[in-house]
């Protein structure tokens, strides 16, 4: 039938785009910028010096934990804490300072609160979400191609910088990112010091790996407030299409709020890229739809049957037209996206989450979203998206914000149970 053949036919084009990944020979950037290590860093407290030279190893297993790297200066502790992390004011101020010389403009934002319909603004103790696509390291030297983006401000030393500094300033009590390839040597420790928990899931032929001096594959990264929420189990899942295992994956991870008593399932994913793979990115949603189905329906919140909420934070790579937006926003999980509270009539998605200049190009487009169950969640506030005059000419990444992509960050409250 026409139908079997368009689905062989695809199958067949997913194999061998699978098998040209798998297989892409090396490439040398002629200008890679050090990863991993150099003679100066910003945290040395914190984490232990790698080489320049030497990558650092892949995980054996998606499910195997690697060791704490944490190096932690007793000056930066908190008094009276047993865990003895690091001030976060403090890593702000030297962010901040090791940032000093970067050209204006900051890029300012300032969070829409919204109500509850009766006039109530937000409770004194929201649930604060960030979603962010971070930019692999090895992927902004050496693959992306930023036309107008000058090869120091690409630098790990500086992008390291900004992307903690944006993590200190708004403090999520749970962190989603995408394209982490710093994860065991930068992120782990150091959010393990300021009291994070973490899982991270690497793709399995991530292109990080074919870039000179690349620190390891790039993948998804969860961390979550460990004096906020409690651990209650925690997956991570390679997404298939059509029976296929694909190169991308999620981490879904189940929480108990430890001031409410309530739980709630948080996952994180990265689809498929670039035009042309709608189809791809379609089956990989859905498949990941699925699992979370299954998880829902496996964890009932309570005896009245009440299940747990989800919130799913993601680079989908889709527009708003989109099959695969479409099929998350149809979903019988009950699924809205947070940021349409941002426009006037609550129905419509920004205007761009990311925008950048390729040698390709430029492109602006709105593919980050923070998904959460409308029957069992409220968005109280919202992040405001920066406005085109202070990205500014060149777009993203730049002097003054270290990815392509911008970060989501919502504050959510449950609702009351009836």
Not at 207 to 225: K, R, S
Not at 251 to 266: A, D, E, I, N
Request: aromatic share 8%; proline share 8%.
């Amino acid at each position: 039938t026409l139908a079997g053949a368009a689905s062989s036919l695809e199958t067949s084009s997913f194999a061998a785009a699978v098998g040209a990944e798998r297989k892409q020979s090396p490439n040398s950037c002629e200008e890679v910028c050090p990863m991993g290590g150099g003679a100066t860093r910003l945290y040395t407290t914190l984490t232990q010096t790698f080489s320049s030279s030497s990558s650092l190893p892949t995980p054996s297993s998606y499910l195997t934990p690697q060791p704490s790297l944490t190096n932690l200066d007793p000056d930066l502790c908190l008094k009276g804490s047993p865990v003895c992390p690091p001030d976060p004011v403090e890593l702000l101020q030297q962010c901040q300072e090791a940032l000093r010389d970067r050209p204006p403009p900051h890029l300012h934002r300032d969070f829409v609160y919204l109500t509850d319909g009766n006039g109530n603004g937000a409770p004194s103790s929201p649930i604060r979400v960030m979603q962010w696509n971070i930019l692999a390291q090895a992927l902004g030297v050496g693959v992306d191609n930023f036309a107008r983006c000058p090869l120091e401000a690409l630098s790990w030393s500086r992008r390291r910088s900004l992307i903690l500094e944006e993590i200190l300033t708004y403090r999520p009590h749970i962190l989603c990112m995408q394209e982490v390839d710093h994860f065991y040597d930068t992120f782990q420790p150091v959010l393990a010091g300021l009291g994070y928990g973490s899982h991270f899931c690497p793709k399995p032929w991530s292109p990080c790996l074919n870039v000179e001096g690349n620190t390891g594959p790039d993948g998804c990264a969860l961390f979550f407030d460990e004096s906020r929420f409690e651990l209650l189990e925690s997956v991570n899942l390679r997404l298939s299409a059509m029976m296929i295992p694909t190169n991308q994956v999620a981490v879904v991870t189940t929480l108990r709020c430890r001031s409410t008593g309530r739980c709630v399932c948080v996952a994180v994913t990265h689809l498929k890229a670039r035009s042309g793979w709608e189809w791809l990115r379609s089956a990989e949603g859905s498949d990941l739809l699925w699992h979370l189905e299954n998880v829902v329906r496996a964890l009932v919140g309570d005896d009245s049957g009440v299940k747990v909420p989800l919130l799913i934070c993601g680079d989908f790579n889709a527009i708003p037209a989109e099959e695969v937006y479409r099929r998350f926003a149809a979903s019988p999980l009950g699924l809205d996206s947070a940021y349409k509270k941002l426009s006037p009539d609550g129905l419509t998605e920004p205007k761009y989450t990311t925008w950048k200049i390729r040698a390709t190009g430029e492109s602006c487009s709105t593919l980050d979203y923070i998904w959460y169950t409308k029957e069992s969640l409220r968005v109280d506030a919202v992040l405001d998206m920066p406005s085109e005059e202070q990205i500014g000419p060149n777009r993203l990444p730049s002097f003054h914000y270290p990815s392509d992509h911008l970060s989501l960050v919502c504050e959510f409250s449950f609702k009351e149970k009836e």
